[in-house]
């Protein structure tokens, strides 16, 4: 998969984990652009699967923090188990070789994918 792919697969992906709900505030995300919209991203979204070392190699896939605070501050996690087997162990297959091309720590390309994502749901007027 090129970014794009990476990119376009995590979002239809994740998107199936809306409307979700802030279990604080009650505050409900309808869909994955709002939620782009309104929580704040948190830094360091970390693979455990990259952390390992093991990458797409693992057995079981472990999954990925992926951060943000609700407005009323507090954090919500996006559930990587929304992903397919298959895209999450390409997408690892990607941060892989995109960590050994450029000797980026694979948190911070997850942070720039994740930085892509927003812009391309925010950018997007319709849903
Ligand atoms: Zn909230």
């Known amino acids: ?46 693979s455990y699967d990259a952390e390992s070392g093991e990458f797409d190699e693992a057995e079981d ?3 990925a923090a992926v951060l943000s605070n609700c407005p009323c501050g507090t954090t919500l996690s996006l559930d990587t188990k929304a992903l397919k087997e298959e895209t999450h162990r390409a997408i690892l297959r990607w941060l892989k070789l995109k960590s050994e091309a450029t000797g980026l720590h694979p948190r911070d390309i997850l942070d720039n994918l ?14």
Not at 8 to 21: G, H, K, N, R, V
Not at 31 to 45: C, D, I, S, V, Y
Not at 114 to 127: C, F, G, K, S
């Open 61 to 63: 896939l472990i999954g």
């Open 1 to 46: 998969m090129d970014d794009k792919e990476v990119i376009a697969s995590a979002i239809a992906e994740l998107s199936t984990l809306f409307p979700m709900q802030c279990p604080m505030c009650s505050r409900t995300y309808h869909n994955f652009r709002e939620w782009a919209q309104t929580a704040k991203p948190l830094e360091g979204t970390i």
């Open 114 to 127: 994740r930085a892509q994502v927003r812009e391309m749901l925010t950018a997007n007027a319709q849903d």
